[in-house]
């Protein structure tokens, strides 16, 4: 048999989830086949098995939290493994036997009752019996085992031996009164032993003297108090507060005569209810792999003192060179879409101000400038937020980086992107305006110093020309703004960044000078 623990991913993670079984107990697997997929914080990840075999056993059930070097799954690999002598249920049961017999040795070397013999808890010895054993001498008794105890309240222990006697003021082996196993049932005898009669409790005389409100008559109904005058209220109204369960009288009018008008009903209602009740269908998801990291980086990222600036872009240029793109065979098979010429236009300004893809090292005090762009662009997948990257991207021509985009946005979708492309980012574009929204400020992807985002492109009125030659025509727009650290860029550096980025989408032409 083989255990087949979990791998630690090579993600730096020390736990991961168990999202799918490939295999089913008694599948016969090969090596390098697929046991199971596992999600971590990054991404989903398929595990081959080592050994080929029998599956014997799936230790671990899907959905599953499972730390790394924790066995998940038995194999049989036909390699029987040695009985141990522990494992033998035979010699379980010959120890057993043997304790057995030892504890009734102690017990007769004691000289206790086997459990069948005691007396059951509550059930109390005739008094006249516990007297007798009192005004015996006895030997002295052997001592108890702790496994004699018994709890107050519940009765004395019954056994054929002789007690010590007590000692009591007047002498040895005088009888003190009733043994019970409850105290109610003790009253009795003139002195319960359960307290000292110093300590009894007086039941002296009580006195006659009438208190609080008289007891009705047996047999009659006590009349109600006096009602007050009835409350005023048209039918309606007092419809109105039935069906409400409201009482009239437990409402101010405001009307003629104090009368209860409609609005009266309804602003008691609302005073009488309060704070609206939580909701009493809920659920709860576990909060798993990517979902919980992206919690935990948003979070370290929110500590992070940041800035953001906003503009607006004529983007009707660039939305021209997407759709000549898409009719080039270069392209062909290709997503081309206006996000290609975002990230192309954020690689050439970044050359420009190579700040905006530098890292801030607080603990060394050193800013560490980055030469490649690995962009990364966030993917809104079933799973969460993932932010895979694409290495380089600075030095890709437009035609390689569409077909990196392409291919990221693709392993994306299925969740399988690897750990290698979610890790070592610089730079970041989220774009918002696929889902209609004007634009936005978003969080820092931690590490980074800048995020780019990119709102919805619309037909607006746009003012072109100078002077004489202005006039107002329809543009395609859209809002571009930057999210970014204060402590290492500030606002002059994030402007040019985010005008270069403008005035590359107004005129691609412009390309050619960066």
């Known amino acids: 048999m083989k255990e087949f623990r979990l791998p630690d991913p090579g993600e730096g993670l020390v736990e991961a989830d168990i999202v799918r079984w490939v295999v089913a107990e008694g599948d016969e697997v090969k090596v390098n086949d697929i046991l199971v997929e596992i999600e ?12 080929a075999g029998r599956i014997a056993r799936l230790m671990v059930e899907e959905g599953a939290t499972v730390e790394v070097g924790a066995p998940i799954v038995l194999i049989d690999d036909g390699v029987d493994a040695p ?3 522990d494992g033998d249920p035979g010699v379980r049961r010959d120890d057993e036997n043997v304790r057995r017999d030892d504890e009734n040795v102690r017990r007769d070397d004691e000289g206790t009752e086997p459990p069948s013999s005691r007396a059951r808890p509550g059930i109390s010895e005739p008094v006249d019996e516990v007297v007798a054993a009192e005004v015996v001498e006895p030997p002295a008794p052997a001592a108890e085992p702790e496994s004699e105890a018994f709890l107050v309240g519940y009765g004395v222990k019954s056994s054929s031996l002789a007690r010590r006697p007590r000692k009591t003021p007047s002498g040895i082996g005088k009888p003190i009164g009733p043994v019970t196993d409850q105290v109610h049932d003790s009253y009795a005898a003139d002195q319960p ?10 039941t002296g005389p009580l006195s006659a003297e009438a208190t609080g409100e008289p007891l009705p008559r047996p047999g009659k109904t006590p009349k109600p108090p006096s009602a007050a005058k009835r409350a005023l209220a048209k039918p309606p109204v007092r419809r109105l507060a039935r069906d409400l369960g409201l009482d009239l009288d437990d409402v101010t009018g405001t009307g003629p005569d104090g009368t209860i008008t409609a609005d009266d009903v309804l602003a008691a209602a609302v005073l009488s209810r309060g704070a609206p009740e939580a909701s009493a269908v809920t659920s709860r998801v576990p909060l798993k792999g990517v979902r919980r990291e992206m919690a935990r980086t948003m979070a370290e990222s929110f500590k992070v003192p940041t800035a953001t600036v906003i503009m607006q872009a004529d ?14 065979r270069e392209f062909a098979g290709l997503r081309v879409s206006p ?7 954020a690689c050439l300004a970044i050359s420009r101000n190579p700040d905006l893809n530098s890292t801030l090292d607080m603990a060394a005090s ?7 762009v690995n962009l990364g662009i966030a993917a809104a997948t079933p799973r969460g937020l993932l932010v895979p990257n694409i290495k380089g991207a600075n030095r890709m021509n437009l035609l390689q980086l569409a077909e990196a985009l392409h291919n990221m946005v693709q392993t994306a979708k299925t969740g399988k992107v690897s750990a290698e492309d979610m890790t070592k980012g610089t730079f970041t574009i989220t774009n918002v305006g696929v889902f209609g929204v004007d634009g936005g400020t978003p969080i820092l992807n931690l590490g980074e110093s800048a995020i780019m985002c990119l709102g919805t492109i619309a037909r607006r009125p746009w003012v072109i020309g100078k002077g004489a030659d202005e006039q107002i025509v329809i543009r395609s727009v859209c809002t571009l703004s930057l999210t970014f650290d204060h402590r290492l860029v500030d606002g002059e550096l994030a402007s040019k960044f985010l005008s270069d980025v403008a005035a590359i989408l107004a005129d691609p032409g412009l390309a050619m000078m960066f």
């Open 315 to 328: 983007v009707t240029a660039s939305m021209e060179l997407v759709e000549r793109l898409k009719n080039r």
């Open 40 to 51: 971590t914080s990054k991404s989903i990840v398929e595990l081959p098995s080592p050994w």
């Open 83 to 85: 009985a141990t002598p």
């Open 193 to 202: 032993v359960s307290r000292p009669i110093d300590q009894a409790t007086t």
């Open 366 to 372: 050193e800013i560490v400038r980055n030469e490649d």
């Open 339 to 345: 996000l290609l010429i975002f990230a192309k236009a």
